[in-house]
């Protein structure tokens, strides 16, 4: 309905009304690629933005067609910028990558013969009555029912973590275990319902992946709703990775970690408010008060603490310290502004005070790379469209617009998906092409029967198609057009015969590009990007350590796509000098997003599966965890600050992080050869066997009052990340050998 209305109004009021043909064209063209091409996500209000910042790019792109159309090498290659422009500027985001199609139709039209400069007025005055025809029915008429916000589920995914939170806060309680009979029974029915809600919370998170959210909704640009609500949910990752290992290896009672507990579950159930609502609320303390606590407490009750119990905590506080930064990304989310408390060089949300041209152009640069499967998909179908366009000309094709329109409907990320796009389509065409012929045979030059049957193809066609498939979809689009250029030139028969030969044509060529540039689309690629991701993760591993351990370490510079970092704090050391700009975290970064790039179009790709792949998501655990920690440990040692770590302390973590590096390689070697062969790890790393907490707790005890509490408890803190990093790894080999 919104298609049919917002395209055919313009085309029949300039075509009968005014009496011009080109502008009525341009109208329907105008109002076609935005309707049922583009995808513009948002509320009405934010759509109507949209649209209206579409026209001056319309009108560019239309004259820069109708002007490089006097040769085809030039309308070539501005094809190729544009084809590449447009399809690339997706990476900024949903918004800029739904409207690709119809940037790169809008110049489509226009760069095919006639050559007609003198004409340039009029196409942009049926351009212009077209997109405001769109934007007007567009707010007057009923849509399509939107998509569930991305903030709606993550504020369901935070709201279950929090639930989780609770439950393991009631099982650390011991309350279950105290006195009186049944006391067992109450302990197992904490932990059965805590693991209801880890079950519950994992669900909630694997609904948020990039790969499962609807493309307009997905949080991938660099605006600042989107990067804080991906911080959001990378700290809320973060929580529930400590909680998992908390509800496997956590013994009670702990009032202490349990309060803390409770008070990080009533701060993620205000971040899930902020998330629902879209209105920052006031900044509660609480949390940061019950942290400073927490952590004061441990480091009165050094002596004579347990391995067991250095690692337990550090657990726990690293959840709150999760907790902490979800709500405060919340907050920034919808216009709060940076708190205090992470105004310093490296915090970690750098991008809260820059400027909006410094985050798009960092985003940008993060894909300038032959590995970003969005660079790869820009290059494919600019190439193919370039092509394409010199081949029509060479060949002087009739209606040679219909061969690239075609292009850009048809072809996929991958050579397989693009096949098997073609033989329905073919069929469709060849189908709509037999109806078409027949109509212009029966009915001949009767121009009321076009006038009145357009909107009712119009209406049925592309009301059913989504549901009926690409077959029927090309068919209708084939009458469709029959029925419009019969209104425009006189009644040709030959024309559908036309149509079925540009499509088979078009189709034919994408497939060629397809086969020719990277073939396997994102299967290709994402091996390599995630076996890429683990190997930086397991060099940051040793990094990060070495510079918690020497002081080096820096907090993470605003560099591409920082802002996941998680702070803990020690309280001021001596400082140390050294080299305060190196991130140690940023090639894990890097391939952290391109990673995921690869993996969400993985998902939209249906042939060509890799049976033997791995499930994704959890191969890349080892990796975030190893960013989002190790910015929690880097951001603690900002500007050289931090204690000092005893020399025996610094040798028994740093051999610690080469076997934990050691076996993400050993993890990483199986998803590379694709579950051929299944390491042995050199885990588990129980917490009365790790050497870094028996050092821990040997500096507690012989050193006495002379003892740094802050050095202890990094020692501790350390050594939970990193065998918590090993955990994830070990999940991998797991997964894949079942």
């Not at 391995?307 to 216009?335: C, H, K, M, N, P």
């Not at 993470?556 to 309280?571: A, D, F, L, M, T």
């Amino acid at each position: 309905m919104w298609a049919t209305v917002a395209g055919l109004t313009g085309f029949y009021v300039l075509r009968y009304g005014f009496g011009a043909p080109d502008m009525a064209l341009y109208a329907l063209f105008g109002a076609l690629p935005l309707t049922l091409f583009a995808q513009v996500p948002g509320p009405a209000e934010q759509r109507t933005r949209t649209f209206l910042a579409v026209l001056p790019a319309g009108w560019a792109l239309v004259t820069a067609g109708t002007l490089l159309a006097a040769h085809s090498w030039s309308a070539a290659c501005g094809l190729f910028v544009v084809g590449f422009t447009a399809s690339f500027l997706g990476v900024g985001g949903p918004r800029l990558g739904g409207l690709a199609a119809a940037f790169q139709l809008y110049y489509l039209l226009p760069c095919f013969p006639p050559y007609a400069p003198e004409a340039l007025a009029r196409r942009l005055g049926g351009l212009t009555v077209g997109i405001l025809l769109t934007t007007l029915v567009d707010r007057l008429l009923w849509r399509d029912e939107q998509p569930v916000p991305y903030r709606v589920l993550l504020a369901d995914a935070v709201d279950a973590v929090a639930g989780y939170c609770a439950s393991i806060a009631r099982l650390m309680t011991g309350s279950g275990s105290s006195g009186g009979t049944g006391g067992g029974d109450g302990e197992a029915a904490d932990r059965s319902g805590a693991r209801r809600d880890q079950e519950a919370a994992y669900q909630a998170l694997q609904a948020t992946l990039l790969s499962r959210v609807a493309p307009t909704e997905r949080p991938t640009s660099a605006s600042l709703r989107d990067r804080a609500c991906y911080d959001v949910r990378a700290a809320v990752r973060h929580v529930r990775a400590q909680l998992d290992r908390l509800l496997a290896g956590a013994e009670g009672p702990d009032p202490g970690a349990a309060r803390l507990l409770d008070r990080a579950a009533a701060a993620l159930r205000d971040a899930g408010r902020v998330l629902r609502s879209g209105a920052a609320g006031p900044h509660d303390d609480a949390l940061a008060m019950a942290l400073s606590s927490f952590r004061a407490d441990r480091a009165r009750r050094l002596a004579g603490v347990t391995a067991l119990r250095l690692r337990q905590d550090s657990v726990v506080q690293a959840a709150a310290t999760g907790a902490l930064l979800a709500g405060e990304g919340a907050r920034i989310a919808f216009g709060a502004p940076l708190d205090a408390r992470w105004q310093w060089p490296g915090g970690p949300f750098p991008y809260a005070e820059l400027r909006a041209p410094s985050r798009w152009w960092r985003r940008l640069r993060l894909h300038l790379t032959p590995r970003s499967v969005l660079l790869q998909n820009a290059l494919r179908l600019a190439l193919a469209l370039a092509g394409a366009r010199l081949i029509v000309g060479a060949l002087d094709l009739p209606h040679g617009f219909w061969v690239l329109l075609t292009i850009i409907s048809l072809m996929r990320t991958s050579a397989a998906d693009t096949r098997g796009a073609l033989p329905p389509a073919f069929l469709g065409v060849a189908v709509g092409a037999v109806l078409a012929t027949l109509m212009l045979i029966v009915v001949g030059d009767t121009p009321a029967f076009y006038i009145a049957a357009a909107p009712v193809v119009f209406l049925v066609g592309f009301s059913v198609g989504p549901v009926l498939g690409t077959a029927w979809t090309q068919a209708a689009l084939t009458l469709v057009l029959i029925l419009l250029f019969a209104q425009i030139l006189p009644p040709d028969r030959h024309l559908p015969a036309m149509r079925l030969l540009d499509v088979v044509i078009g189709g034919s060529l994408g497939a060629v590009a397809s086969l020719l540039a990277w073939p396997k689309g994102a299967g290709g690629e994402l091996r390599r990007s995630v076996v890429n991701f683990m190997v930086r993760g397991a060099e940051a591993c040793k990094a990060v350590t070495l510079g918690l351990c020497q002081g080096s370490g820096s907090s993470p510079g605003p560099g591409p796509e920082q802002g996941h970092g998680i702070g803990i704090g020690y309280g001021p050391g001596r400082g140390h000098a050294g080299n305060h700009s190196a991130d140690p975290l940023r090639p894990a970064h890097a391939a952290m997003l391109l990673a995921q790039a690869a993996h969400t179009q993985y998902r939209t790709e249906h042939a060509g599966r890799d049976r033997a792949a791995p499930p994704w998501e959890t191969a890349m655990q080892p990796g975030h965890h190893t960013v989002s920690g190790g910015e929690l440990f880097l951001a603690a040692r900002r500007n050289g600050e931090g204690p000092d770590v005893p020399a025996d302390a610094t040798t028994v973590l740093m051999t610690l992080a080469d076997r934990v590096a050691d076996d993400c390689l050993r993890a990483t070697q199986l998803v590379r050869s694709a579950g051929a062969d299944v390491p042995e790890l050199s885990g588990p790393y129980p917490a009365a066997e790790s050497a870094p907490l028996r050092c821990a707790v040997a500096q507690a005890q012989t050193r006495g009052p002379d003892a740094d509490p802050a050095a202890i408890l990094l020692i501790a803190d350390t050594e939970a990340w990193l065998t918590g990093v090993a955990h994830d790894a070990a999940r991998v080999v797991r997964t894949a050998a079942r």
